[in-house]
């Protein structure tokens, strides 16, 4: 893949965007697509922009590596904002749910996930705050988005039914992932207290 995202990012440096321009416009693209195609019905363009718009993740680390900048600040922008961007993915799900799509149970399903995702997240964050790591999951942030752009882009496509297979399994993986990461962290807390 690094045969097409250096020279793409290399690309973007020459014409002077920099690696957190290209951080903030990514965002506000998935959030926009996200936002309004969804709730209009949109399903399969909106996944299909969002998974375009989502691959600038791999472009402002590529564009950093290549000025030499890579750091806490890029480091803390990319993982904030990304956490805008799936918040926005689901929230118009959500919509789409609650207006038009019609379907109370995927609506839950729907806010589960997106509260599920903000608990993974934060699990992480929190736990490295400590100065303990949590790198378990089963369904980290990429396939969480994959899985849900995936169901959804086939939904818009008019097999429906994979949307509703997606998300349940999006929500059972999300909470194996929530639980995953609270026994990692207590198993490395106990270890940090037998040590002390």
Known sequence: ?????????????????????????????????ALVLFPTGHLFAGAVVIGACALTDMLDGAMARAQGRSGPWGAFLDSTLDRAADAAVFAGLAL???GDGDDTTLLA???????????????KARAEGLGLTCNVGIAERTERLAIVLVCTGLAGLGLA?????GLWILAVLTAITVG??????????RAAERTS
């Open 1 to 33: 893949m690094s045969h097409v995202v250096d020279p793409a990012a290399r690309f973007l440096l020459r014409i002077g965007l920099s690696p957190d321009a290209v951080t903030v416009l990514g965002t506000v693209a998935v959030a926009t697509a």
């Open 96 to 98: 789409w749910f609650a």
């Open 109 to 123: 399903l729907t806010l589960f996930c997106l509260i599920g995702g903000a608990i993974v997240s934060y699990a």
């Open 161 to 165: 039914y994979v949307q509703a297979i």
């Open 180 to 189: 995953q990461r609270i026994v990692e962290v207590r198993r490395q807390a």
